[in-house]
């Protein structure tokens, strides 16, 4: 099963995000879908409030998709000091 995170290429920040890293993260394995698509047809999950994604065969949402998407692209320590409780 392959890892997904699904963006809105119409949102600026979004797709200024997901098209900075989006070459590394297909060569991690990493599928990136675009909810602005005509192709995309939603399962009723809410993609309009925060980032999901699809990681090891569960779904994800807000931060932690980032942190699992980055972390498969192996900034392991990055993602490691993002979780200390500050």
């Known amino acids: 099963m392959k890892d997904k995170v699904y963006y809105d290429e119409s949102c600026y ?4 995000e997901i098209n900075t890293v ?22 009723g999950q809410d993609f309009e409030t925060e980032m999901i994604g699809e990681f090891d065969g569960k779904e994800t ?5 980032f942190r699992l998407m980055y ?6 320590r990055s993602v490691a000091f993002s979780r200390l409780p500050v």
Do not use: N
Request: charged letters at 30%.
């Open 22 to 43: 989006r070459k590394k993260g297909e060569s991690c394995g990493i599928e990136f879908i675009d909810i602005s698509s005509s192709d995309f047809v939603s399962s």
């Open 71 to 76: 972390e498969k692209m192996g900034f392991k």
């Open 61 to 65: 949402t807000g931060i932690e998709t």
């Open 13 to 16: 920040v979004c797709s200024l």
